[in-house]
């Protein structure tokens, strides 16, 4: 079974840096789009950033000028880099990839917890 394997995440000072990362386990038909979301504690989960295969971008507002969304088609995997952290970002980062017909598929990481201090 195919799964979602991510990594990057930990523990940062405000202002800090980090990268993650996410691939299959797998192989799998290349995606169609790949985004990031989060949940902190209590809260509902958000979207954070997505990519399509094509290299169209889209940020959630409290990201934008911070956080870069990319991917690499040959590997099929996706990063998020994360600049200026603020303790706000404190939460567990998932990666999802889906497609679209034919091979549809939607998976989800693990998830992987940012945690800011300030």
């Known amino acids: 079974q195919v799964q979602l394997v991510e990594s990057g995440g930990g523990l940062v000072q405000a202002g800090g840096s980090l990268r993650l990362s996410c ?10 789009a790949m985004g990031w979301y989060r949940q ?7 979207l ?3 990519i399509t295969n094509s290299g169209s971008t889209n940020y959630a507002d409290f990201v934008k000028g ?14 998020l880099q994360m600049n200026s952290l603020e303790p706000e970002d404190t939460a567990v980062y998932y990666c999802n990839f889906r497609r679209e017909v034919p091979y549809a598929y939607n998976y989800w990481g693990q998830g992987t917890q940012v945690t800011v201090s300030s």
């Open 48 to 50: 954070v950033a997505t």
């Open 23 to 32: 691939a299959a386990s797998g192989s799998i038909f290349s995606f169609n």
């Open 40 to 46: 902190a504690p209590g809260k509902q989960r958000e």
């Open 66 to 79: 911070r956080f870069t969304i990319s991917r690499d088609n040959a590997k099929n995997a996706g990063y």
